[in-house]
């Protein structure tokens, strides 16, 4: 499993960025997948995550409503787009590949996600 985080970047609070995520070594539609993201200090937190075919999506209540996962099984890409952002948003953020497809979305757990990286710094000022 290879994923590769890129996207990430400083920007002003109230900005935008787009995160994505490239994937290989393994059958792109036969999974979940998802992103976290972790600060200094704290584990690893759920930010959102989007079923195999990419027609449903669940997010952590901290960004619901300015955060949208998309994939596209064609590229084998996941992306990220983060509107609104705030210093809370900042951290390194990781794509990772979920479960296997017809598993329900939303499971906070990290153990259940594999394929971390490098990840990529995504850094919000005031």
């Known amino acids: 499993v290879q994923l590769e985080e890129s996207g990430g970047g400083l920007v002003q609070a109230g900005g935008s960025l787009k995160l994505s995520c490239a994937a290989s070594g393994f059958r792109f539609t036969d999974y979940n997948m998802g992103w976290f993201r972790q600060t200094p200090g704290k584990n690893r937190d759920f930010v959102a995550d989007?079923?195999?075919?990419?027609?449903?999506?669940y997010y952590a209540d901290s960004v619901k409503g300015r955060f949208t996962i998309s994939r596209d099984n064609a590229k084998n890409t996941v992306d990220l787009q983060m509107n609104s952002l705030t210093p809370e948003d900042s951290g390194v953020y990781y794509c990772?590949?979920?479960?296997?497809?017809?598993?329900?979305?939303?499971?906070?757990?990290?153990?259940?996600?594999?394929?971390w990286g490098q990840g990529t710094q995504v850094t919000v000022s005031i």
């Open positions: 990772v590949r979920g479960p296997r497809r017809f598993t329900p979305l939303g499971d906070y757990s990290s153990s259940r996600y594999d394929g």
């Open positions: 989007i079923s195999f075919s990419g027609g449903r999506a």
